[in-house]
């Protein structure tokens, strides 16, 4: 997932005609295939949304266009990354806004939770702000961190968003793979985080449960349909 080593490549034949086929070509490929599109003038009309060319979603056919992590990947976040990172905020949390000053604090007071997703040519096309801190003191929303909460007993994934290019393609499981190891490396046992909108059920296939009834206090920002998520270890 996201080692770069997987890169694109196209028109390209394969001995497969069956999905065991697939599978086993897979393995032996280290499972790097993320989508697998079809020439849509070798199996008809397409009807697959977001296919390139027309093309369709399928298995066990012969010439097949795949598409890989390229050269995506995690890096920390620099200062000079917080404008990309609204930008991609902006686009993504679209009834949740927050002033690029929340990511700058974020950033100033636990770098080591801040990561950016590069993309080939260098931008920002995902990020990740997270920080330890008190279940009692959950972030608000659209409000820079004056400060960490003290003493620490969980570790908040404050943030996490993805542009639409880079989703389904294992980025965000890499990403709360990354919270859970500074949460561990602190010696905290759990994640924390709001999940906001229809994320819930995202979240609940990434191991976390409600922390209790989940439910928030209003003025924290989040609106009726948010709650509070945890995940143990």
Same mark, same amino acid.
């Not at 996201?2 to 599978?23: E, M, R, V």
């Not at 280290?30 to 697998?36: F, V």
């Not at 991609?88 to 949740?96: C, P, S």
């Not at 990434?206 to 948010?226: H, R, V």
């Given at each position: 997932?996201?080692?770069?080593?997987?890169?694109?490549?196209?028109?390209?034949?394969?001995?497969? /005609?069956?999905?065991?086929?697939?599978?086993?070509? #897979?393995?032996?490929?280290?499972?790097?295939?993320?989508?697998?599109?079809?020439?849509? %003038?070798?199996?008809?009309?397409?009807?697959?949304?977001?296919?390139?060319?027309?093309?369709?979603? =399928?298995?066990?056919?012969?010439?097949?266009?795949?598409?890989?992590?390229?050269?995506?990947?995690?890096?920390?976040?620099?200062?000079?990354?917080?404008?990309?990172?609204?930008?991609?905020?902006?686009?993504?949390? @679209? %009834?949740?806004?927050?002033?690029?000053?929340?990511?700058?604090?974020?950033?100033?007071?636990?770098?080591?939770?801040?990561?950016?997703?590069?993309?080939?040519?260098?931008?920002?096309?995902?990020?990740?702000?997270?920080?330890?801190?008190?279940?009692? /003191?959950?972030?608000?929303?659209?409000?820079? #961190?004056?400060?960490?909460?003290?003493?620490?007993?969980?570790?908040?994934?404050?943030? @996490?968003?993805?542009?639409?290019?880079?989703?389904?393609?294992?980025?965000?499981?890499? =990403?709360?793979?990354?919270?859970?190891?500074?949460?561990?490396?602190?010696?905290?046992?759990?994640?924390?985080?709001?999940?906001?909108?229809?994320? /819930?059920?995202?979240?609940?296939?990434?191991?976390?449960?409600?922390?209790?009834?989940?439910? @928030?206090?209003?003025?924290?920002?989040?609106?009726?349909?948010?709650?509070?998520?945890?995940?143990?270890?």
């Amino acid at each position: 997932m996201g080692d770069g080593t997987a890169g694109y490549a196209s028109q390209i034949k394969f001995p497969w /005609h069956s999905n065991d086929g697939l599978s086993q070509w #897979m393995k032996a490929n280290g499972n790097r295939l993320q989508r697998i599109w079809v020439s849509s %003038d070798r199996l008809g009309s397409a009807k697959a949304g977001g296919c390139p060319r027309g093309g369709v979603l =399928a298995y066990g056919c012969p010439q097949m266009l795949i598409k890989g992590n390229a050269k995506m990947r995690w890096r920390e976040m620099r200062e000079d990354d917080v404008a990309g990172v609204a930008t991609v905020a902006d686009a993504v949390h @679209l %009834d949740y806004p927050e002033n690029p000053e929340v990511f700058a604090a974020c950033l100033r007071h636990y770098p080591s939770g801040c990561r950016v997703l590069e993309d080939d040519d260098g931008q920002v096309a995902g990020y990740l702000v997270s920080h330890p801190g008190r279940q009692d /003191h959950p972030p608000v929303l659209d409000t820079p #961190m004056e400060a960490l909460a003290e003493p620490f007993d969980c570790y908040f994934l404050h943030d @996490l968003a993805l542009g639409a290019a880079t989703r389904g393609r294992g980025f965000a499981g890499e =990403a709360v793979g990354i919270a859970l190891g500074e949460a561990k490396a602190l010696g905290i046992d759990r994640v924390v985080l709001i999940a906001v909108g229809d994320a /819930h059920s995202f979240w609940k296939r990434q191991g976390f449960e409600l922390l209790g009834d989940g439910l @928030l206090d209003p003025a924290k920002g989040y609106g009726p349909e948010a709650r509070m998520l945890v995940r143990r270890f």
